[in-house]
Structure formats: structure tokens, C-alpha cells
């Protein structure tokens, strides 16, 4: 049996959750559960932000600002559309252009999800040499 999206994304009870530019159906699936849901708004000290993009120029700048917002053992998901659907809609998304500026901040990617037949999302972390002691992702 598939694992739940809260599940896959890492999302534990009492995690506050920040959806920026969400989808109903994603705020639907994470509603109802044990946690604070932040829908369209920032808050500090937020355990996980889910973001989700519709072009990869300046991407780079926003995950900087966006860190500044997440806990040090935290987890930021960039969702976006799969490369056939970007295409469909005529987004201008690169992965490799998302990835490159994402990696100049001080931010690493180590996981991929499905979020629906046409979303997937890339979660990002803050690199360890920047975290403080006795932080873990």
C-alpha cells in the first residue's frame, strides 16, 4: 500500500506546514490531521514549506528567503509540473536551471516524490555544515 502524501513528504503530527501556492486537492489530502497548516503564508520557525513553482527564474533567491524561514532540521519541497505537462501549460521550468541556482544557497536536494500524475516534488535541506548542533534532517 502507497504511502500517504503527509507520509512521503515527512510531515509528522504537531509539524507546522506552510503551503505556498497550492493546489485545493494537495490542501485537501494535508487537511484534518494533527498539524498547524499555513495556507498561502509564512510564518517563522515553519518544519516543512511546500512551494510551488511555476517557472525556475529566480528560484535561487526565493529558496535563500525561504530557508530563512525553516527550522535547521527542516525540509522545503519544491513542487512542480512533470517536464510533459510543463510543456502543455507553457511554463518555463528546468529542472537543471532549478537545481544549479538552488545549490548556490545553502540548501542541498536529496529526495523525490510523485505528489499526483502531473506534480512531483524535490525536497531540499539545509547542508549540515550549516545547521546547528544537534539538528538532524
Same mark, same amino acid.
Given at each position: %500500500?502507497?504511502? *500517504?502524501?503527509?507520509?512521503?513528504?515527512?510531515?509528522?503530527?504537531?509539524?507546522?506546514?506552510?503551503?505556498?501556492?497550492?493546489?485545493?486537492?494537495?490542501?485537501?489530502?494535508?487537511?484534518?490531521? *494533527?498539524?498547524?497548516?499555513?495556507?498561502?503564508?509564512?510564518?517563522?520557525?515553519?518544519?516543512?514549506?511546500?512551494?510551488?513553482?511555476?517557472?525556475?527564474?529566480?528560484i535561487?533567491?526565493? %529558496?535563500?528567503?525561504?530557508?530563512?524561514?525553516?527550522?535547521? *532540521?527542516?525540509?522545503?519541497?519544491?513542487?512542480m509540473?512533470?517536464?510533459?505537462?510543463?510543456?502543455?501549460?507553457?511554463?518555463?521550468?528546468?529542472?537543471?536551471?532549478?537545481?544549479?541556482?538552488?545549490?548556490?544557497?545553502?540548501?542541498?536536494?536529496?529526495?523525490?516524490?510523485?505528489?499526483?500524475?502531473?506534480?512531483?516534488?524535490?525536497?531540499?535541506?539545509?547542508?549540515?555544515?550549516?545547521?546547528k548542533?544537534?539538528?538532524?534532517?
Open positions: %500500500m502507497e504511502k *500517504d502524501l503527509a507520509a512521503r513528504l515527512g510531515i509528522r503530527p504537531g509539524s507546522k506546514v506552510c503551503l505556498l501556492r497550492p493546489d485545493e486537492d494537495t490542501v485537501s489530502r494535508l487537511s484534518g490531521r *494533527d498539524i498547524t497548516l499555513i495556507v498561502n503564508g509564512l510564518e517563522e520557525n515553519c518544519d516543512v514549506i511546500l512551494y510551488w513553482i511555476d517557472q525556475s527564474k529566480g535561487g533567491e526565493k %529558496m535563500a528567503f525561504l530557508q530563512s524561514k525553516v527550522k535547521p *532540521d527542516g525540509r522545503i519541497w519544491v513542487i509540473p512533470r517536464k510533459e505537462v510543463a510543456a502543455e501549460r507553457k511554463l518555463n521550468i528546468d529542472w537543471n536551471e532549478v537545481q544549479k541556482e538552488v545549490l548556490k544557497t545553502k540548501l542541498v536536494d536529496n529526495k523525490v516524490v510523485s505528489i499526483n500524475k502531473e506534480e512531483y516534488a524535490i525536497q531540499f535541506v539545509i547542508r549540515k555544515k550549516y545547521r548542533e544537534g539538528t538532524k534532517c
